[in-house]
Structure formats: structure tokens, C-alpha cells
């Protein structure tokens, strides 16, 4: 499970690692659209994402964290669906279309899982060891709300957690080696032969932080400090 996760970055410093544009920009050659670095996404969040555009250039796209299908007939309400099982992805009707023409990146600086039986249970920061920034698999999909205007959503994808993270939660989230990215994005390439090399927990470090990172509301550098 990934239900809340950081991006310390900003848009600019987000499109050079993951050589993607940002979109169309105003007159002034700034992008219509930006990012402050963040340290506790929760769902429903307008997120950078990185996706192939027609031409399958990569792309720096505002989609909200949470995919809602396609053929929905409603708009979004409820829980947002912001993770998708790795194993029942290309099955599932919310998600069996992205998985085979929209998938994406989610840049990413760490997540954060909770562990203990009983409340309040311990926050514990997770971060790759080597890489400050990497990113989480995902789909991605797009709502049509009204005549030209679209709701651009995506999910972060999730498999059985290794190793050391067994001990935090059951789950955790994919993730591709960088070379394997564009493969990733690629729809003419077969996505089960690409999450075939996913990364385990060998590269993760973790440790406790303040209970405050629980709130929706709490933000800041502060949240990612070692409690204590």
C-alpha cells in the first residue's frame, strides 16, 4: 500500500531526471502549471506525473492522485482509487485499459507506512539509499467532463512487499529500474515482460517519524526527520 508519499522537488528539477517537458508555457516561456515540493501527498492531490504523449515523448502532466475510469458516468466521489494490485491490474475494469495503453510514472522522493497492530500505530519514512528522486509505477487514465475538458487522473501500483519491508505492511510499491522506464511507458511493449524486473527492498532504507505526518494537514521538511 502507498496512501500517502513525498516529492521534494520542483517542476523544473522533476522534467531535467526525467528528461520530460513540461507542456505548453505561457508568454513568458514559464509553464502554465507548477510544483512546490511536498512531504505528505495524500490522495486526491494533483500530482506530477510523467507519461508518453502520441509521439511518445515523455511529459510532466498535472493528474489527480486517484484514477477514475474512463467510463464512469459520474465524477469522482468517494474513496479515490489510488492504488491498483499489481496482480489483478489487467483484469480489473478500472484499470484493465491503462494497463495496456496508459501507463506512467510518479515521481517520488519517499512514502510513508504506518506499523503496529494497535493505535496510534508508528509512522516509519521509506526512501531509496542511492536516489534522492526515482519513481513509482502507475496507470493513468482520462474522464471526460464536459465538451474539450478532460480530468487527467492516475494510481500508483502496488505488489507483495520483500524483505525488510514485510515488517512495515504487506504491501508496497513498484518499482522499475530506470532502465526500464520507457519500456514502461511504451503501450507497444508487453507491461508483464517489463514488471518482470521490478526492484525488491534491497535499495530502501526506513526509519520512525513524528506521529504529525498521520494529519492530512501537516506539511513541511520537518515531517521526514527521524522521531526523537
Same mark, same amino acid.
Given at each position: ?7 521534494? %522537488?520542483?517542476?523544473? $528539477?522533476?522534467?531535467?531526471? /526525467?528528461? &520530460?517537458?513540461?507542456?505548453? +508555457?505561457? #508568454?513568458?516561456? =514559464? ?41 464512469? %458516468?459520474?465524477?469522482? $466521489?468517494?474513496?479515490?482509487? /489510488?492504488? &491498483?494490485?499489481?496482480?489483478? +491490474?489487467? #483484469?480489473?475494469? =478500472? ?134
Amino acid at each position: 500500500m502507498c496512501g500517502r508519499y513525498t516529492l521534494a %522537488k520542483g517542476l523544473a $528539477e522533476i522534467a531535467a531526471y /526525467f528528461a &520530460a517537458k513540461t507542456g505548453q +508555457a505561457g #508568454e513568458d516561456g =514559464s509553464p502554465l502549471w507548477d510544483w512546490e515540493p511536498n512531504y505528505n501527498i495524500a490522495p486526491g492531490t494533483v500530482v506530477p506525473v510523467i507519461a508518453y504523449d502520441g509521439r511518445k515523448a515523455r511529459k510532466v502532466v498535472p493528474m489527480r492522485w486517484g484514477l477514475h475510469p474512463h467510463w464512469k %458516468k459520474q465524477p469522482p $466521489e468517494g474513496r479515490p482509487m /489510488f492504488n &491498483a494490485r499489481v496482480e489483478t +491490474a489487467a #483484469e480489473k475494469a =478500472s484499470f484493465r485499459t491503462p494497463f495496456k495503453r496508459r501507463r506512467a510514472l510518479f515521481p517520488a522522493t519517499g512514502w510513508y507506512e504506518w506499523e503496529g497492530v494497535e493505535k496510534p500505530k508508528t509512522p516509519y519514512y521509506i526512501h531509496e539509499d542511492d536516489q534522492e528522486l526515482f519513481a513509482f509505477a502507475g496507470l493513468w487514465d482520462q474522464w471526460r467532463v464536459d465538451e474539450g475538458i478532460t480530468l487527467l487522473s492516475a494510481t500508483i501500483l502496488t505488489t507483495s512487499a520483500t524483505g525488510q519491508m514485510k515488517h512495515l505492511h504487506h504491501r508496497m510499491p513498484v518499482r522499475l529500474p530506470k532502465n526500464q522506464w520507457n519500456n514502461w511507458l511504451d503501450w507497444d511493449v508487453s507491461a508483464d515482460a517489463v514488471l518482470g524486473t521490478m526492484k525488491g527492498s534491497e535499495d530502501l532504507d526506513f526509519y520512525d517519524v513524528g506521529r504529525e505526518v498521520s494529519s492530512g494537514r501537516a506539511s513541511g521538511a520537518d515531517l521526514i526527520r527521524p522521531a526523537g
